[in-house]
Structures are given as C-alpha cells and as structure tokens.
C-alpha cells in the first residue's frame, strides 16, 4: 500500500463518519500543464470532473450546495482546485455558480481568474447591498467571483460573524452551488469557522508534503465541529510511470 493512499485512508480512518450521509472519498488527482492562465497551472478539466461528478452531480441524495475548500498545509493548490471545480460546474448548472474567495491571507483568485478585486467579501460583509453586487461576472463561463474585497488586519474576524452566515443564505438562493475557497487548517481557524454554516467541506492534501500526524489532527478537529468531510483530494501527486498506464493498473 503506498504512503498517499494510507494517508488518505488515515484521514478517512480518524473522521469515522460511519453511515453519515457525507464519506471521505479516497481520491487522488495530479495537476497538468494544460489550461493554464496568466502564468498559473489550472488544475485538469477531467479531474476536475471527477470530482464534479463524486460530489455534486451523480448524487442520490440532494448534493451539497454550499462547501468549502480548504486545504491541510500552505501551498496545497486549494484555490487552483477551486476554480477549477467552479468552473466545471458552471457549465453543468442550470443558474450561475459562485466562487468566494474567504481566504483572506493569501488571496489569488482574481489573478487566477483574470478578474480583478474591486469589491469582495469583506465589503459584502460590511455593507448592506444586495449579495449579487459583490458577484463579478468570469468572461465566458457561467460564473461569478466574489473575492476577498479589501482586507485589514482583522478582516478574518469578519468570518466568525452573523453577518456571514445572513450572506451565506442568500448566495444559497441566488446560486445552484457556491464554492468558498479558504486559508490552510493547519495555520488557521477560518475554514473552521465558515464550515460550521455549509453543507461540508472538502480536504486538499498535498502529496510528499502533507504528514499523516498533520491529516488525523485536522480530521479530528472537524469530526469535534461536527463538519462533513465531502472528500479528501491527494493533489500534485506524481507518477512513476505514465499516468494512463498508471490508471489501467
């Protein structure tokens, strides 16, 4: 058994949701050099998609609508997955999807994007204007982008308020599905806190970087906030041997 899937399998073993609705999907994905954008490696559209499908779309049950993105470690290529996986649903949508960029430590949405951070979040936050004016339109796809907005040195107390979860609920009823990308667990509390008012979140582990102690301690610190963990995503994971062989084996 390889270290990566006994990391994820550790993860999946210390989150115990036993016959809960929501399961750690073992799941491995690589990034490539197509689709990239202003400099920055896109995640893969067919990754992209399997992980699209596995949560969102093939669903028997009503699929979450609202999850966070967070990853164990800095560096993990969260937000790269992020808009990646907007991007593919917001072709399968039947209204517009969000993507909120509630990272507000190291935000890069908007460059990823080739968007810019005129008015975001924390904006959203302390205004009063309806949720739709914070929503930038991503030139062609169905896509808005609401991100960070202008940041301040408690900006990320802004995330712990009822302020937030009055915003949450109305991106639930403007948008089929709204993905929030956040800061790294291990670091800082934020995706925590957002979590606790969303349908779940997805864990982003960094192969040859993210240590098992690190994974089972995150696990664990979700399992005591009582926040699904959707799926555990290995990312930038290398092959030995080509990756279409690979999958065949």
Request: aromatic fraction near 6%.
């Amino acid at each position: 058994m390889s270290r990566h899937f006994e990391l994820i399998q550790e993860t999946a073993k210390e989150e115990n949701l036993g016959s809960t609705p929501t399961t750690v999907e073992q799941t491995f994905f690589s990034p490539r050099d197509r689709g990239r954008r202003n400099g920055h490696r896109r995640w893969a559209s067919d990754d992209a998609l399997r992980l699209v499908q596995q949560i969102f779309l093939l669903q028997a049950q009503e699929p979450p609508r609202v999850v966070v993105f967070a990853g164990v470690d800095h560096g993990s290529g969260c937000s790269q997955i992020c808009a990646s996986v907007a991007e593919t649903l917001a072709k399968n949508a039947r209204r517009p999807v969000c993507l909120v960029e509630a990272n507000f430590r190291s935000p890069g949405l908007p460059e990823l994007l080739g968007t810019t951070n005129h008015r975001g979040l924390t904006d959203a936050l302390l205004r009063g204007d309806p949720i739709s004016f914070f929503a930038e339109h991503v030139a062609g796809v169905n896509l808005r982008l609401i991100s960070s907005g202008a940041l301040a040195a408690d900006s990320p107390s802004l995330l712990s308020s009822e302020r937030l979860r009055e915003r949450l609920a109305e991106l639930r009823k403007e948008f089929d599905f709204v993905i929030i990308d956040t800061p790294p667990l291990t670091q800082y509390s934020d995706a925590i806190a957002v979590s606790q008012l969303v349908d779940g979140l997805v864990l982003i582990l960094e192969a040859d970087v993210t240590r098992r102690e690190a994974a089972a301690v995150v696990a664990a610190n979700l399992r005591s906030a009582n926040i699904p963990i959707l799926a555990a995503v290995l990312n930038k994971r290398t092959f030995p041997i080509p990756e279409k062989l690979y999958r065949r084996l």
